[in-house]
């Protein structure tokens, strides 16, 4: 069976996933809606020719040519778009963040009961071959039971995208919202607890400085240092800066307990090599009572690492998505529920940032 999938949303990240699922077997881009022209036609030629395209996404609902949708539109369209596509009976993947505010998040949460098909959104940093690696050796005892957990992202500044969307509170929720929504997404699941109480020191210095659009100046962050309390007495951190394009490590994340502390590190893209191949992820596991630390390069296929930013891990979000689909039973590994405390948090560290109090939750 061909599993037809349709996007709604079709730039930088759309891109990505229309590569991802031409790797994958038994998948096809069949539909892409999009109100940029030059996307749509992009999109087609990416995807491999015969897919049919819809300026509106309503058009491509009303078609009825897919068996999946895939939202990658803005982030501040997501609810409005979200509100419709629940009342189809097809599988949703929703690229993250869920909504640009809880308000709506719980919203959308409020109108998946009863509903059968699976929603699930697009947290791709948990299916990167080195954090999986992770996840697995603190699930399996490692480091006995977890206390701290630290996330280090060093990057580089938010890409262009279409209508410049991306440099804006109001359209994306904020960094802290946008961008990190991955992270704390993480917290959450690796220290098996919900957050309480978050502060953060945050600030835009450097990124789109002498950058105008319509006269309107960009106030995004661009640097953060933020903590996280977690209601079973552990916490976690998030050191992030988006002006350090280059670093050797993009993300290091760090999970501790008292056996051991693990690390994943996982490099930036391939443009930031020296020989443009991507370069291969570690993982490192320090043993407190052993003394002794151990070093482990995670190898990804290299056709999956080209198909994108992120590691390989849309791919193998991609995968595992489309087996909850085929297999017409379970619940997506990524619900909406995860979703709403990913932007919560996020909120949180932004009215943080804002008024240098820390929030409870």
């Known amino acids: ?47 491999g020719g015969s897919a049919r395209t819809f300026a509106n996404y309503k058009d491509l609902l009303s078609a009825q040519v897919c068996d999946a949708l895939v939202i990658v539109s803005p982030n501040d369209t997501h609810h409005a778009i979200l509100k419709d596509v629940m009342q189809t009976n097809l ?9 640009t505010t809880s308000e709506h998040c719980r919203e959308i949460l409020a109108k998946s009961e009863g509903r059968h098909a699976p929603v699930w959104v697009a947290m791709e940093y948990r299916y990167m071959p ?66 309480v109480c978050v502060y953060a020191s945050a600030a835009a210095d450097v990124n789109h400085q002498t950058e105008r659009y319509d006269g309107q100046v960009p106030d995004i962050i661009d640097n953060a240092f933020v903590t996280v309390d977690f209601a079973n007495g552990t916490r976690a951190m998030l050191d992030l800066c988006m002006f350090a394009e280059g670093s050797y490590w993009q993300e290091e994340i760090s999970v501790t307990g008292p056996k051991a502390r693990v690390d994943a590190k996982v490099p930036g893209p391939a443009r930031f090599s020296n020989d443009g191949r991507e370069r ?30 992120h590691h390989g891990s849309t791919f193998f979000q991609h995968q595992h998505f489309r087996d909850l689909v085929l297999s017409g039973q379970g619940t997506p590994e990524v619900s909406l529920e995860d979703g709403l405390w990913s932007v919560l948090v996020g ?15």
């Not at 359209?171 to 220290?191: A, N, P, Q």
């Not at 490192?284 to 003394?291: F, L, N, P």
Request: charged share 25%; glycine share 8%.
């Open 91 to 99: 599988p949703i993947l929703c690229e993250k963040p869920m909504c």
């Open 130 to 195: 080195p954090i999986q690696r992770l996840l697995s050796e603190v699930q399996s005892g490692t480091v006995g039971s977890p206390r701290m957990m630290a996330i280090r992202e060093h990057r580089f500044p938010f890409l262009e995208k279409v209508g410049d969307w991306n440099r804006f509170n109001a359209r994306t929720g904020g960094t802290l919202v946008e961008k990190c929504c991955h992270f704390w997404d993480l917290m959450r699941l690796v220290l098996q607890s919900d957050p």
């Open 1 to 47: 069976m061909t599993l037809r999938y349709g996007l709604i949303g079709s730039g930088m990240m759309g891109q990505e996933h229309i590569r991802n699922l031409n790797l994958l077997e038994g998948c096809e881009v069949t539909a892409i809606a999009d109100p940029d022209a030059n996307m749509r036609e992009l999109s087609v030629q990416t995807a």
């Open 347 to 361: 909120e949180a560290a932004e009215k943080s940032a804002r008024s240098g109090q820390s929030v409870q939750i």
């Open 280 to 309: 291969a992820s570690e993982i490192v596991i320090s043993r407190r009572d052993a003394r002794e630390v151990t070093r482990e390069e995670v190898e990804v296929d290299e056709t999956v690492l080209a198909a994108g930013d």
